[in-house]
């Protein structure tokens, strides 16, 4: 991948093992293209280690429920502490926002914050959809929604001159924790 696509790309790889099986999802949570953040889905045998390879190698991994052996990934995104943080960020530019807020005779409107919603409790509204795939969709599409969250509240931080000091003036992409 060049560096130029890896600016706009950071992809994570959520993986189900459903039998002999791998389901693997691309997602996008780095800086929305105006595509689908789902970016690839695939079903694989576990007998097919050069393609696991390619759809799994070198990028950063969340496993459904069982982990397949031998399946390499750049790291496991731990989502409990990637939602943490993600919070974590949003109350502190909040608070930033309440101590310019203040300065200024508490004349702005506080920006609508987007709700950050872990994935295991997003949306789940599939009817009608393979089982093979059911629980790496439901994930993807949670991961999904978060970096849509992420990449909402980005755009009003760095609205915001006083705000986009915190981070930088360009919108940054969800703050993964990998273990």
């Not at 790309?9 to 189900?16: G, I, K, M, P, Y």
């Not at 506080?110 to 997003?122: F, T």
Request: contains cysteine; aromatic residues 6%; hydrophobic residues 50%.
């Amino acid at each position: 991948m060049t560096s130029a696509t890896q600016t706009v790309l950071s992809l994570v790889v959520v993986l189900d093992k459903v039998g002999d099986r791998l389901v693997v999802w691309h997602v996008n949570v780095g800086r929305a293209m105006g595509l689908s953040r789902l970016s690839g889905a695939w079903v694989v045998g576990e007998d097919e280690g050069a393609a696991i390879a390619t759809l799994t190698g070198g990028y950063d991994a969340v496993w459904c429920d069982e982990v397949a052996d031998g399946v390499a990934t750049g790291g496991v995104v731990d989502l409990d502490a990637t939602v943490a943080a993600a919070r974590a960020e949003v109350d502190a530019v909040d608070e930033l926002f309440t101590e310019y807020q203040e300065t200024q005779g508490n004349k702005l409107i506080r920006p609508e914050w987007p709700e950050l919603v872990h994935p295991v409790h997003a949306r789940q509204f599939l009817y009608g959809m393979d089982e093979t795939v059911r629980e790496a969709l439901i994930l993807a599409r949670g991961i999904a929604d978060l970096a849509d969250s992420w990449a909402d509240f980005e755009s009003l931080r760095v609205a915001r001159a006083f705000l986009a000091e915190h981070g930088g003036p360009a919108a940054r992409p969800l703050p993964l924790v990998v273990r």
